[in-house]
Antibody
Framework: EVQLVESGGGLVQPGGSLRLSCAAS????????MSWVRQAPEKSLEWVSV???????YYADSVEGRFIISRDNSENTVYLQMNSLRAEDTAIYYC???????????????WGKGTTVTVSS | DIQMTQSPSTLSASVGDRVTITCRAS??????LAWYQQKPGKAPKLLIS???ILASGVPSRFSGSGSGTEFTLTISSLQPDDFASYFC????????FGQGTKVEIK
């Protein structure tokens, strides 16, 4: 069964750091595009970052320079290192597996249950 | 950046009703549009990709149409399990979501 399980969320002070983990089962993270998507309280969804199977990474402007996405193939896990956290980063963070149409247009076909990040003093 | 605008924001309907949600893109995205369903406290679930392709296990009462900048999600006969929020998403250039449509009981 294909599954994603996030962990690592919690309460952190502004300016602090947190590392989220996304453990995958049923497929290899190294062969798929993997993303992080967040949802602030009572808000819509916002794409945060993507890690391509080839290793390229991309970020939303709102987190560029502060967040880093990576993976450990041996652990079949994707990570999101979040630094210099701000109140506006408060959200549920979802890990997603991305699948392609026509080999180049990727949508999120599998979602984890999410982990909650609260940035507050 | 491509902006996505959904309407309505909230929709009140009864079981058995035909429901239509509209999504507009700020520029053409061909057919690179997905729809997701989200229930309270749960993760989003993929319903439709490429504007009209039903994901595995999604009931046939759901359908999607459109291309370019105008898209619709239709539920042909609303069921109790369908009361939820629905989001459109473009994936032509990175990823952006609409603001969501909450389908509530009338």
């Amino acid at each position: 069964e294909v599954q994603l399980v996030e962990s690592g969320g919690g309460l952190v002070q502004p300016g602090g750091s947190l590392r989220l983990s996304c453990a995958a089962s049923g497929f290899s993270v190294s062969s798929k595009y993997m993303s992080w998507v967040r949802q602030a309280p009572e808000k819509s969804l916002e794409w945060v970052s993507v890690l391509y199977s080839g290793g390229n990474t991309y970020y939303a402007d709102s987190v560029e320079g502060r967040f880093i996405i990576s993976r450990d193939n041996s652990e079949n896990t994707v990570y999101l290192q979040m630094n210099s956290l701000r109140a506006e980063d408060t959200a549920i963070y979802y890990c997603t597996r991305d699948s392609a149409d026509d080999y180049q247009y990727y949508y999120m076909d599998v979602w984890g249950k999410g982990t909650t990040v609260t940035v507050s003093s | 950046d491509i902006q996505m605008t959904q309407s309505p924001s909230t929709l009140s309907a009864s079981v058995g009703d035909r429901v239509t949600i509209t999504c507009r893109a700020s520029e053409s995205i061909s057919s690179w549009l997905a729809w997701y369903q989200q229930k309270p406290g749960k993760a989003p679930k993929l319903l439709i990709s490429k504007a009209s392709i039903l994901a595995s296990g999604v009931p046939s009462r759901f359908s999607g149409s459109g291309s370019g900048t105008e898209f619709t999600l239709t539920i042909s006969s609303l069921q109790p399990d369908d009361f939820a929020s629905y989001f459109c998403q473009q994936y032509e250039s990175y990823w952006t979501f609409g603001q969501g449509t909450k389908v509530e009981i009338k």
